[in-house]
């Protein structure tokens, strides 16, 4: 998906660094907080010094530069991971234009500096829930990633499903056993009439 490059925002709280590609091999996910949330806020946020700060905060057909690449942002709660990632700050609602544009924007990492990167949660360097709905979707954004990278998606939005929530796949199970008691009935009707 295409993307705007946004690059007002500089975020203050980051490791002034002069890494190279080679000192880089991950990149970390993060949902940005709570449903609902505007994409300046959270880019406002960072700029305003709270001691976190990530590389990049991407929603649908957007994309702010907070930190640059050569330096480290201060993201994974683990300065380990921190030295050797990428953090890009996810909106939390994950629509399909977010997770396009996440794709996109990793593609296209992966395409400028020629290699592939490892994807991760946050949760898997620190003890939270994030990144949220983004965490059980990692596969498949690495398959998406990957899709882009080798030309067999056009650059752009398709008809991607969104992931299913819990209530979702309730709501889906509650409807086919309907369904299929609704099928069994009928085949019990039509034995006994026969």
């Not at 940005?32 to 505007?38: E, F, K, L, S, Y």
């Not at 709660?77 to 990428?86: D, H, L, P, V």
């Not at 003890?127 to 498949?140: E, F, K, M, S, V």
Request: with cysteine; net charge negative.
């Amino acid at each position: 998906m295409k993307y705007v490059d946004i690059t007002e925002y500089n975020a203050t709280s980051f490791t002034e660094a002069n890494r190279t590609i080679n000192d880089i091999d991950t990149i970390v996910i993060h949902h940005w907080g709570n449903d609902g949330q505007r994409f300046e806020d959270v880019c406002n946020f960072f700029v305003g010094g709270p001691g976190t700060s990530a590389h990049f905060v991407v929603e649908a057909g957007r994309c702010a530069q907070l930190v640059e690449i050569k330096d480290i942002a201060w993201h994974a709660g683990n300065w380990a991971a921190n030295q050797r990632s990428i953090g890009i700050e996810c909106r939390p609602e994950m629509s399909n234009e977010d997770f396009e544009t996440v794709a996109q924007v990793i593609a296209d990492l992966e395409t400028s500096y020629n290699r592939s990167f490892y994807v991760h949660g946050h949760k898997d360097f620190f003890n939270t829930a994030c990144p949220g709905r983004w965490y059980d979707q990692l596969d498949r954004l690495i398959d998406r990633v990957n899709a882009i990278k080798e030309g067999k998606v056009e650059r752009g939005v398709e008809n991607v499903p969104a992931p299913l929530d819990k209530a979702e796949v309730s709501a889906l199970r509650a409807s086919w056993e309907k369904l299929q008691n609704a099928v069994d009935e009928l085949g019990k009707e039509i034995d006994n009439n026969a």
